[in-house]
T-cell receptor, first 115, second 111 residues
């Protein structure tokens, strides 16, 4: 069974641009969560999608958005990039049911550098 | 507001030693606690998940305990090996179903 796939692995953008990151979950998983990891703030929850609906959202500005498609693949978009958005963005998938009991499987991440 | 703290931030031990990593959290209203491993440049691997009603979980050489009332968890690694070198992260699922993360413990096992 293939794991969680994130593309691209690396991205370099300049301030003011926008970026879209992609995540393909494990087959059969319906929940996709996104996290931001930075040296200063550590890992922080961005949002979670389940069956194409945003089910949970962290404390990030509206520049960060996402969506989920009918095949459970998810995309995350960041508009008007700032230097502070440079981070490793991790995606995790889970079955999504009985949420508190689910184990999340993480992708390798997309490393975004904003210049 | 839930806060998760991991001590120590870094640890270096000789191969073969048993070791303990610590995680503490400020709000006992959690659904579960999870330990993850992160290798450099890679994503996260889930090691153990302890439900709030459980006291411990074991997987191979790893044993994790949870004392919800005191807000503490420990990850015990027996007979450490160089391949265990990684950053170990603790996370709690809070009452909003969000994972709140510690800053991690960077572990180095010296051959």
């Amino acid at each position: 069974k293939a794991g969680v796939t994130q593309t691209p692995r690396y991205l370099i953008k300049t301030r003011g641009q926008q970026v879209t990151l992609s995540c393909s979950p494990i087959s059969g998983h319906r929940s996709v969560s996104w996290y931001q990891q930075t040296p200063g703030q550590g890992l922080q929850f961005l949002f979670e999608y389940f069956s194409e609906t945003q089910r949970n959202k962290g404390n990030f500005p509206g520049r960060f958005s996402g969506r989920q498609f009918s095949n459970s693949r998810s995309e995350m978009n960041v508009s008007t990039l700032e230097l502070g958005d440079s981070a490793l963005y991790l995606c995790a998938s889970s079955l999504g049911l009985g949420l508190a009991k689910n184990i999340q499987y993480f992708g390798a991440g997309t490393r975004l550098s904003v210049l | 507001k839930q806060e998760v703290t991991q001590i120590p931030a870094a640890l270096s031990v000789p191969e073969g030693e048993n070791l303990v990593l610590n995680c503490s959290f400020t709000d006992s209203a959690i659904y579960n606690l999870q330990w993850f491993r992160q290798d450099p440049g890679k994503g996260l691997t889930s090691l153990l998940l302890i439900q709030s009603s459980q006291r411990e979980q074991t997987s191979g050489r790893l044993n994790a305990s949870l004392d919800k009332s005191s807000g503490r968890s420990t990850l015990y690694i027996a007979a450490s090996q160089p391949g265990d070198s990684a950053t170990y992260l603790c996370a709690v699922m809070d009452s909003n179903y969000q994972l709140i993360w510690g800053a991690g413990t960077k572990l180095i096992i010296k051959p």
